[in-house]
């Protein structure tokens, strides 16, 4: 397997964060152009808060290795996936969903467990094939009080994978240490990291020297079997000239083809 197998893209429909986040240009790159521009072979679709029509885009998907669709909504209704394991029938390289911003500052305790574990076994019993469920996890919301991470780890018992985010680029230096953490809180769970190419944290562009630090280090985890993957952030600043899209291009073009 080569190492951009192992990369993903966070998609959002086209121009989502057109003047938002400290950013006043005006994006046009979709998810399909910004998976091909990074030169990664997957992606996680997230709309946002956009209506969008998840057939266009599957179709649009339809060279890539893997597909995942965000569907937080499904810990209150998990009648949610049912669309989704439906459109895994077209559509071959569906294989997950995720759900985006677990967390939200504490509402997730409005999900019941019993649900999560109700969408997790439909999911990878249904009449298709089966299908991965994802959490997405910040840095900044594990790894403050052992209690609260015991707490927590009942609601990462549903999931198959944990994708570990870094919200401000200022927090970098602190990923090997919580990732250390992670491991511990989720024994036996996928790990995928999220690197952002644009510094939504702070609000501002994210720096090629950080973003390479970054996959490099990411690199020697996928190397060791520690983790699964990497996710870049995201095609809605893609095609705007920012140094750290720049780097990660360069990064992928030196290590893209390497047999993993």
């Known amino acids: 397997m080569k190492l951009r197998e192992k990369f993903w893209l966070w998609g959002h429909p086209e121009g989502r964060y057109n003047h938002e986040y400290g950013n006043e240009k005006e994006s046009r790159m979709t998810p399909m152009e910004a998976c091909l521009y990074l030169g990664v072979s997957n992606t996680f679709m997230v709309p946002v808060g956009r209506k969008v029509d998840r057939r266009q885009y599957n179709k649009s998907f339809k060279t890539l290795k893997g597909v995942g669709w965000e569907c937080y909504k499904a810990g209150e209704n998990p ?100 990732f250390e953490i992670l491991k511990r809180m989720a024994p036996g769970k996928k790990i995928m990291f999220g690197c952002y190419l644009y510094n939504f944290g702070e609000q501002c562009e994210a720096t090629g020297e950080k973003v390479k630090w970054q996959l490099d280090w990411y690199l020697e985890k996928i190397r060791s079997g520690e983790a699964d993957g990497v996710i870049l952030h995201t095609n809605t600043m893609a095609d705007l000239d920012y140094e750290a899209y720049d780097a990660a291009c360069e990064w992928m073009e030196l290590h893209g083809d390497e047999e993993i």
């Open 79 to 178: 009648e949610i996936v049912e669309p989704l394991i439906a459109e895994a029938a077209d559509f071959e390289n569906i294989n997950c969903v995720v759900f985006d911003d677990f967390v939200r500052e504490g509402k997730f305790r409005n999900i019941p467990v019993e649900n999560l574990w109700k969408i997790h076994d439909r999911l990878q019993t249904n009449e298709i094939r089966p299908l991965d469920m994802w959490m997405v996890l910040y840095t900044f919301e594990f790894g403050l009080k052992p209690e609260q991470d015991a707490d927590f780890m009942k609601y990462i018992e549903p999931f198959d994978g944990i994708t570990m985010w870094t919200w401000k680029e200022s927090d970098v230096h602190l990923i090997p240490e919580k």
